[in-house]
């Protein structure tokens, strides 16, 4: 079946570092890939998509581009900040017949040190 | 603002009884969801409906339950019949289309007393 498999956790930078998240995943056909982000307590807020191979998703100094050929979606960011501490979901979508589903990774956690 | 919310936020459960959890959108979304967080873990799918009075089960759907009688509305049943039901709970929703996100609520936790 449909997998995501996420680099672990957690992830200690300190502020203005590079940030990199590992994610591969398997899947037939062709899957919409997400990154999901999860402040403390609360729920999951889509952070960027990519729907096709070569897509590059974007939002608030984040980046992920759909890699077909090494089926991937890195999550990068270039200068963290301590805002930024929280857990990260890559995910992406299969199918339910008709319906759709989102199938996560395991999740890492982030923690920006000042 | 619409959103999704999911009530209550902290929920105790006793032995043998039944909880029901909330979840209400005023996206105009047509499909809902509802996942099971353990920690350290990714999200699993409990049951999911992509229109109303139909729904389906997940992959850990056993002990579970739910009603669709209105667009807006996916409770959840927590059974007696769940052995393990400790966990943090979330709602989502979503238009009918494999690109569109899911948008989820903020969650409910459930302990056992």
């Known amino acids: 079946g449909d997998s995501v498999t996420q680099m672990e956790g957690p992830v200690t930078l300190s502020e203005e570092a590079f940030l990199t998240i590992n994610c591969t995943y398997t899947?037939?056909?062709?899957?919409?890939l997400f990154w999901y982000v999860q402040y403390p307590g609360e729920g999951l807020q889509l952070l960027l998509k990519?729907?096709?191979?070569?897509d590059k998703g974007s939002n608030k100094g984040f980046e992920a581009t759909y890699r077909k050929e090494t089926t991937s979606f890195h999550l990068e960011k270039g200068s963290v900040q301590v805002s930024d501490s929280a857990v990260y979901f890559c995910?992406?979508?299969?199918?339910?017949?008709?319906?759709?589903?989102?199938?996560f990774g395991s999740g890492t956690q982030l923690t920006v040190l000042p | 603002d619409g959103g999704i919310t999911q009530s209550p936020k902290y929920l105790f459960r006793k032995e043998g009884q039944n909880v029901t959890l909330s979840c209400e959108q005023n996206?105009?979304?047509?499909?809902m969801y509802w996942y099971r967080q353990d920690p350290g873990q990714g999200l699993r799918l409990i049951y999911y409906?992509?229109?109303?009075?139909?729904?389906q089960k997940g992959d850990i759907a056993e002990g579970y339950s739910v009603s669709r009688e209105k667009k807006e509305s996916f409770p959840l049943t927590v059974t007696s019949a769940q052995k393990n039901p400790t966990a943090f709970y979330l709602c989502?929703?979503?238009?009918?289309?494999?690109?569109?996100?899911?948008?989820f609520g903020d969650g409910t936790r459930l302990s056992i007393l």
């Open positions: 899947a037939t056909g062709y899957p919409s």
């Open positions: 989502a929703s979503s238009m009918r289309h494999q690109n569109q996100p899911q948008h």
């Open positions: 996206l105009n979304h047509d499909a």
């Open positions: 995910a992406l979508t299969t199918n339910l017949g008709s319906a759709r589903q989102l199938t």
């Open positions: 409906s992509q229109i109303v009075n139909d729904f």
């Open positions: 990519a729907t096709k191979a070569d």
